[in-house]
């Protein structure tokens, strides 16, 4: 699996032979984007169309905050 901005993850190594398949349909595409204070964070954000291999598909961009996350008590 590829995630955009950290490179591609091997599932298999990761959890094992069983959570892999051969084949499988995409039914959406989801770009993770920089967390800016201005974002978009609501929960029903517009579905874009993406084109991947000639193909129209839902995208949804969803901002986060990279980094470690620090609590406070």
Same mark, same amino acid.
């Given at each position: 699996?590829?995630?955009?901005?950290?490179? /591609?993850?091997?599932?298999?190594?990761?959890?094992?032979?069983?959570?892999?398949?051969?084949?499988?349909?995409?039914?959406? /595409? /989801?770009?993770?984007?920089?967390?800016?204070?201005?974002?978009?964070?609501?929960?029903?954000?517009?579905?874009?169309?993406?084109?991947?291999?000639?193909?129209?598909?839902?995208?949804?961009?969803?901002?986060?905050?990279?980094?470690?996350?620090?609590?406070?008590?």
């Amino acid at each position: 699996m590829e995630i955009r901005g950290l490179g /591609v993850i091997d599932i298999e190594a990761l959890y094992g032979t069983l959570a892999t398949l051969d084949e499988r349909q995409i039914d959406l /595409v /989801v770009e993770l984007t920089e967390w800016t204070d201005d974002a978009d964070r609501s929960r029903h954000r517009p579905r874009r169309p993406h084109a991947l291999l000639d193909v129209s598909l839902p995208l949804v961009r969803i901002p986060v905050h990279g980094g470690p996350q620090r609590w406070r008590c």
